[in-house]
């Protein structure tokens, strides 16, 4: 029997918000939407429990892809459009790392789309922020992929004529497993979204709407301001009904195969005929309609809008392929591989 008196238990440190801020200064415009999804980031990590020394953030170019200086974990602030490259080599590489993509509307749904949706088709085991302000802030405010179609701005100065994406219907249409949509003005909602993404094991995708005060200011009031939050969008939580309002007197029915909204009395829709959210639901149906939704027809739908657990993702599938062919090889190490391609030169 081990002497109990010299057995060492290992111990972790706790970690805290405190050991993810950095000292350097954080240099976002004041009042921008970025400082509260940074502070919900931190927060949810704390909380997930995983090791400091195992996160890792990975960035493109853009506003939000600044991200990466402003948290004291790994970082790779890497070029336009192609995080999702970098992030999908890193988790590969070292498949028990925590790794998080941080990218923009433009970042990712322009110069960046084509990464973006084959990460998602992969099923790569990380977590991919959106930040979507509907415009590009870092090179001074022209139109994004996800502008409003008509709105003015300095490369569509009579209006933009395109109609914009939808992060949801992108994912979804690239088979991804996990989307989930926030604003920038609920912290704490923020950070249960972030911590149930972190969890998932394959690729996570979060919209968060947030706010550029200079260039898009106020772009999501329809739904953020207090007046009308209520009416505007509703939370999702998996197995709840979909009621909203601020009398909690509205719910999602379903009627003919299409979302409908329906006031609940007693004299007519009851709870009882409201949905109730599945977000584990392997059929994508009712998330690609939720994720659809818009006002002023529907509430914007929030919270994880689609979370299906047990998909294999790309990482686990690669491990799986290098195991066998390392059972079906004489080929061992780097000295046999030196050995099998060598010759002897007379």
């Not at 238990?9 to 400082?35: H, M």
């Not at 949706?117 to 994004?144: A, C, E, P, W």
């Amino acid at each position: 029997m081990a002497d109990e008196k010299n057995t060492k238990i290992e111990t972790r440190p706790v970690v805290t918000k405190n050991d993810y801020k950095v000292d350097n200064e954080v240099k976002w415009c004041a009042g921008c939407g970025n400082y509260a999804i940074l502070s919900a980031v931190q927060n949810a990590l704390v909380e997930s429990g995983t090791r400091k020394e195992d996160v890792v953030v990975v960035s493109g170019i853009g506003c939000s892809s600044r991200f990466p200086y402003y948290i004291n974990t790994y970082g790779f602030h890497g070029l336009h459009g192609r995080g999702a490259v970098i992030a999908s080599g890193i988790k590969i590489a070292n498949p028990k790392l925590d790794v998080w993509h941080i990218t923009g509307d433009g970042d990712c749904m322009a110069i960046g789309g084509n990464h973006f949706i084959h990460v998602i088709r992969r099923n790569v085991d990380m977590n991919i922020l959106i930040f979507n302000n509907k415009i590009y802030g870092l090179t001074k405010g022209q139109y994004s992929p996800t502008t409003p179609k008509g709105t003015v701005t300095k490369t569509s100065p009579d209006g933009t004529i395109e109609n914009p994406f939808k992060p949801g219907e992108l994912t979804m249409g690239a088979q991804g497993a996990f989307f989930a949509r926030v604003v920038d003005t609920e912290p704490k909602r923020m950070e249960q979204v972030f911590l149930e993404a972190s969890r998932h094991r394959g690729a996570s995708v979060v919209e968060i709407l947030q706010n550029c005060v200079i260039f898009s200011n106020k772009i999501h009031s329809l739904i953020t301001r207090k007046d009308v939050r209520d009416d505007n969008q509703i939370f999702l939580e998996h197995g709840k009904p979909m009621i909203f309002g601020k009398n909690k007197d509205k719910g999602i029915i379903m009627k003919d195969s299409r979302l409908k909204v329906a006031r609940i009395s007693k004299y007519g829709i009851s709870e009882n005929d409201v949905l109730i959210h599945d977000a584990r639901d392997p059929d994508d149906t009712t998330h690609y309609m939720l994720v659809r939704m818009t006002l002023p027809d529907f509430p914007l739908a929030t919270g994880v809008i689609r979370n299906c657990p047990g998909v294999s993702n790309y990482g686990m599938l690669l491990e799986e392929q290098m195991e066998k062919a390392k059972e079906n090889t004489k080929i061992k190490n780097v000295i046999d591989l030196i050995k099998e391609n060598s010759w002897i030169v007379k």
